[in-house]
Nanobody, 124 residues
Framework: QVQLVESGGGLVQAGGSLRLSCAAS????????MGWFRQAPGKEREFVAA????????YYADSGKGRATISRDNTKNTVYLQMNSLKPEDTAEYYC?????????????????WGQGTQVTVSS
């Protein structure tokens, strides 16, 4: 069992930055590919970024390329999402997720565990 707790969301002006964190419980964090997803009201959940468990390969949705950076610190059981040049359309609930030995990135059904989410609101 893995528990995920996100933090770092908030209200930011367009063009600003936020760093989201996701702290995981358990001893096997290093065996999980970690992903970030987001869901805006009335919209489907969408992939933002992921970092693989084995070689730390990173993956990004087109919407985040050049603006988002995902990283992980296995010594702290934490994954981060740095988001720069934020836009109002980035407003959403952001979720951290963990997928055991997953070699892909954006298929949300492959993720075994999910956090409760952290709200990001970008004002224009």
């Amino acid at each position: 069992q893995v528990q995920l707790v996100e933090s770092g969301g908030g209200l930011v002006q367009a063009g600003g930055s936020l760093r989201l964190s996701c702290a995981a419980s358990g001893r096997t964090f290093s065996s999980y590919t970690m992903g970030w997803f987001r869901q805006a009201p009335g919209k489907e959940r969408e992939f933002v970024a992921a970092i693989s468990w084995n070689d730390y390969t990173t993956y990004y949705a087109d919407s985040g390329k050049g603006r988002a950076t995902i990283s992980r610190d296995n010594t702290k059981n934490t994954v981060y999402l740095q988001m720069n040049s934020l836009k109002p359309e980035d407003t959403a609930e952001y979720y951290c997720a963990a997928a055991w030995h997953y070699t892909g990135s954006g298929q949300w059904a492959k993720y075994d565990y999910w956090g409760q989410g952290t709200q990001v609101t970008v004002s224009s």
